[in-house]
């Protein structure tokens, strides 16, 4: 369970606040309304087929980049199951993209 | 920093922790760990939502579910269904959320649409212990302008 920050060190320039800021804005972001989003497929199908394993890749990424505008959903079969592992990538003002395999 | 692609936050006000809002926290989290989901989920103690007439109240991100009146036997539930399998848990649901055809977000709800908060707006968001938290909700954001 993350938020026991009470060793948090002194800030003394507003630079370092700005960048803690940025970095816990990319913590919460599964809170926010994000623009992009992420969709895997976690139905039978997709569990069988790796699909977690394509999660925690995003989510190690999506980490290791420090994006703050991205959200993981987890999604049901969407009957393409032959295709699974799928992850879909929604951008405002592009139609869904979805990527198989 | 770490990327979890779901939060459940429980309340942890007055009126959700004398209804057991910390032994749901303790069985969220046995199960979550259990379903080896640790890596995926964050478990969040927040402050009051002010709907105390509905706790102990647990709410979901990103789909913004917000559940009622939950117990641990719920919080099992929840885990097993909710975040392993990506079903909602219907019948935890608050009872403005079930007469809607979909079920709203958080911040849809005819309760919360209503509400222009001010100096409340980040309880029930955020863990009101950890300052970076507020610091995401821009907390001492006025020191940049001295």
Known sequence: MTGDKNNMPKLTNPDELKKLREMAIAEISARHECT?????GLGTCGIAAGGRKIMEAAMEEIARCGLKDVSIETTGCIGMCQNEPLMD???PGEPRVTYGN | MACFRSHVLVCGGTGCISGGSAQIIETLLK??????L?????VIQTGCHGMCEA???VVIYPEGTFYTHVNTEDAKEIVAEHLLKGRIVKRLLQKESLTAQMVPHYRDLPFYRKQVRIALRNC?????DSLDEYIAMDGYQAWLKL
């Open chain 2, 38 to 42: 640790e890596k995926e989920i964050d």
């Open chain 1, 36 to 40: 992009y989003r992420i969709i895997i």
């Open chain 1, 89 to 91: 990538i929604v951008r």
């Open chain 2, 124 to 128: 029930g968001y955020i863990n009101p």
């Open chain 2, 31 to 36: 199960n979550i760990k259990a379903n080896f």
């Open chain 2, 55 to 57: 706790g102990p109240i």
